[in-house]
């Protein structure tokens, strides 16, 4: 079992940066990726960017390209997503999610274990 905790939302102006964390207790798996995804209000959960926790490899939706990094700290077991130029758009809950067997695509049924998620609100 892995518990994934997001920290670092929160409400944030228009152009403004966020940087948000993910910190994986439990079991985790060496072939495991880990993704952020995030879910406005009356919209389906969406893709944003996952990385490979051996290789560090990482995969971005195409919103997310310039814009969004996904990074990791293996010491401290914990995935991060640098969001830089918000807009209003942006505006969702974020959450990230593990797969165990290595699935690293923007289907969220294929991901094993979710954090509860951190609000991130971009207004003016």
């Known amino acids: 079992q892995v518990q994934l905790q997001e920290s670092g939302g929160g409400l944030v102006q228009p152009g403004g940066s966020l940087r948000l964390s993910c910190a994986a207790s439990g079991r985790t798996y060496s072939s495991s990726t880990v993704g952020w995804f995030r879910q406005a209000t009356g919209k389906e959960r969406e893709f944003v960017a996952v990385l490979r926790w051996s290789s560090g490899r990482t995969y971005y939706a195409e919103f997310a390209k310039g814009r969004v990094t996904i990074s990791r700290d293996s010491a401290k077991n914990t995935v991060y997503l640098q969001m830089n130029t918000l807009s209003l758009e942006d505006t969702a809950v974020y959450y990230c999610?593990?797969?165990?067997?290595?699935?690293?695509?923007?289907?969220?049924?294929?991901?094993?274990?979710w954090g509860q998620g951190t609000q991130v609100t971009v207004s003016s």
């Open positions: 999610a593990a797969s165990k067997d290595g699935y690293s695509g923007s289907y969220p049924r294929r991901y094993d274990y």
